[in-house]
């Protein structure tokens, strides 16, 4: 007996020793998978804080009607603003501030310290204040180019700056001339070929038109597909083909959509290329399997008593499905649709397919407007040469994943607010 128990004693030692281990190795492998995740958060947020702020110099400038070339007895309006020599006025007023750089070189230098879209800025700044035209001088904050940017916010002060230019720079910085400010400009800019002018709000506004128009086509047609499978769909091979098809088309990768879309919506219906609407569609395609599936699994999660009661009562089968199964179902049908739809805005591949890589400087007004999406914008702002456009590419990386949590946390909440335990 004594025997047999020291065996049944050693059985539970090595037992609990397995356990052990197992506990161990299962602690160190997501130990590891958060140090890495914390690692490549800390690289995308330590790279993306430079394009969070963005470097500013002060010049004064006239705005006697004279020196800007207006006449002096009519009205201002944007027609005669856009034939200012703005870029003249800017390149004067540095001129003033270091008249001992007389040679052409030295100009050149001096002139590129300064936005080559700062003069579009000034403006549009001066047509939303036009009481400012023949007043006295007034003091402007610029953008400097993303040379001088990195150049601000780098304490190695490693750049393309040359000498002089640092010279120039460090007289503005001792003058107060020279300041670094929030980048509100990320965020109610388009794109543009110049680093320090580029925003994100072409593709955000590309990303809701083209998840807009996804949400009105998969949402309506996966709860119906769902409905109709799990509520009304006879039991035989066509039902069993259909569903076998449904789950297939959820494992089939995103670029195959895309050369659908380029196939079928471009080429043969003759839609836009780079439209939301275009894009919609496609993602509309690739998202609707997964709506349907979760849908199916949010109806089925519905008790058969809440079903078999509503018939007791004299209900018809479409009062049952509409007025119990239906909204019953509708958190998880939910969940599901916001997963979709996070799945859809982190999409880039088959957006390729249709031509929305395109360089988009407008802001989309509708779905039928080129546009872009964050997901492309990231890949053209990554294969970008300037060194500026890595901090954008980490700070719209940062912007996505954003939008992707708050997605995420909000199917959380929906399902543990709405949820009910039968």
């Keep these: 007996m004594n025997k047999q128990s020291e065996i049944v004693r050693q059985s539970l030692?090595?037992?609990?020793?397995?356990?052990?281990?197992?506990?161990?190795?299962?602690?160190?492998?997501?130990?590891?998978?958060f140090l890495f995740l914390g690692f490549l958060l800390g690289d995308i947020v330590n790279k993306a804080l430079p394009a969070f702020s963005s470097t500013e110099i002060r010049l004064s400038l006239p705005m006697d009607r004279g020196r800007l070339g207006l006449p002096d007895d009519s009205g201002i309006d944007a027609q005669m603003l856009s034939q200012v020599d703005w870029q003249g006025l800017i390149r004067k007023s540095l001129r003033q501030q270091f008249p001992e750089l007389r040679k052409r070189k030295q100009k050149k230098q001096l002139y590129?310290?300064?936005?080559?879209?700062?003069?579009?800025?000034?403006?549009?700044?001066?047509?939303?204040?036009?009481?400012?035209?023949g007043g006295p001088a007034r003091e402007f904050w610029l953008k400097a180019d993303d040379d001088v940017d990195t150049w601000y916010k780098l304490e190695t002060r490693v750049s393309r700056i040359s000498p002089l230019q640092s010279e120039i720079l460090e007289t503005l910085e001792r003058d107060g001339r020279l300041r670094s400010v929030f980048n509100i400009g990320l965020f109610t800019h388009g794109d543009s070929r110049e680093p320090e002018m580029a925003g994100i709000r072409g593709a955000l506004a590309g990303s809701f038109w083209t998840l807009l128009v996804t949400l009105l086509l998969t949402l309506p047609i996966g709860i119906a597909a769902a409905l109709y499978l799990e509520e009304f769909a006879p039991r035989n091979?066509?039902?069993?083909?259909?569903?076998?098809n449904i789950n297939n088309l959820a494992a089939v990768p995103s670029i195959v959509f895309g050369l659908l879309g380029l196939a079928v919506f471009i080429n043969f219906f003759g839609l836009p290329r780079s439209a939301p609407l275009v894009g919609g569609l496609v993602l509309a395609l690739m998202t609707l399997p997964t709506i349907i599936i979760s849908a199916r699994?949010?109806?089925?999660s519905v008790p058969p008593s809440?079903?078999?009661?509503?018939?007791?009562?004299?209900?018809?089968?479409?009062?049952?499905v509409f007025h119990h199964v239906l909204p019953l179902s509708m958190p998880g049908i939910l969940t599901g649709a916001i997963i979709g739809m996070a799945q859809a805005l982190g999409e880039t591949a088959p957006l390729l397919m249709i031509g929305m890589v395109a360089f988009i400087v407008d802001i989309p007004q509708g779905i039928f407007d080129s546009a872009t999406v964050l997901p492309v914008q990231i890949y053209l702002w990554s294969d970008s040469p300037e060194r500026a456009f890595t901090a954008l590419t980490s700070a719209t990386i940062l912007v996505l994943l954003g939008f992707l949590a708050i997605m995420n946390a909000l199917a959380i909440f929906l399902r543990k607010h709405f949820e009910r335990r039968w």
């Design 112 to 133: 590129k310290l300064v936005s080559s879209g700062a003069e579009f800025e000034l403006r549009d700044r001066v047509a939303a204040h036009p009481e400012w035209i």
């Design 306 to 320: 809440i079903k078999e009661a509503a018939y007791g009562l004299g209900a018809s089968r479409m009062q049952v």
């Design 13 to 33: 030692k090595r037992r609990y020793r397995k356990e052990r281990r197992f506990r161990v190795l299962g602690l160190t492998a997501v130990s590891v998978g």
């Design 237 to 244: 091979r066509f039902t069993d083909f259909i569903e076998v």
């Design 297 to 300: 699994a949010a109806i089925k």
